[in-house]
Nanobody, 126 residues
Framework: VQLQASGGGSVQPGGSLRLACTAS????????IGWFRQAPGKEREGISF????????YYADSVKGRFTISRDNAKKTVYLQMNSLQPEDTAVYYC????????????????????WGQGTLVTVSS
């Protein structure tokens, strides 16, 4: 499957953006679509996943309460609504597909990502 991410841009602190990730092929129900991000000089960070089967959302503590992930299976699209953005949210955001993921100690991890979309840049600055 190919993943296409869109929706990045520049926003002031406290602002909002919505990212979209559209899959070119079918994603079976046992998979999830998620988002990772990588800020300059930092390691890549998993921030959210959603189960394609039942829509259950998962969040890293760093974004919980501010970001909301959702899916539209008919459109093969997963959305990431990002509110209350802060400068530390500045990063390149990537959508991914995986069968397994977990949140441990507030950190979201996945070891079997089989597809990465191209990144979309989010810049939060005044």
């Amino acid at each position: 499957v190919q993943l296409q991410a869109s929706g990045g841009g520049s926003v002031q602190p406290g602002g909002s953006l919505r990212l979209a990730c559209t899959a070119s092929g079918r994603t079976p129900g046992g998979y999830g679509i998620g988002w990772f991000r990588q800020a300059p000089g930092k390691e890549r960070e998993g921030i959210s996943f959603i189960s394609i089967r039942d829509g259950s959302p998962y969040y890293a503590d760093s974004v919980k309460g501010r970001f909301t992930i959702s899916r539209d299976n008919a459109k093969k699209t997963v959305y990431l609504q990002m509110n209350s953005l802060q400068p530390e949210d500045t990063a390149v955001y990537y959508c991914v597909r995986a069968q397994y993921w977990r949140v441990v100690g507030g950190i979201l991890r996945s070891d079997d990502i089989d597809s990465w979309g191209q990144g979309t840049l989010v810049t939060v600055s005044s």
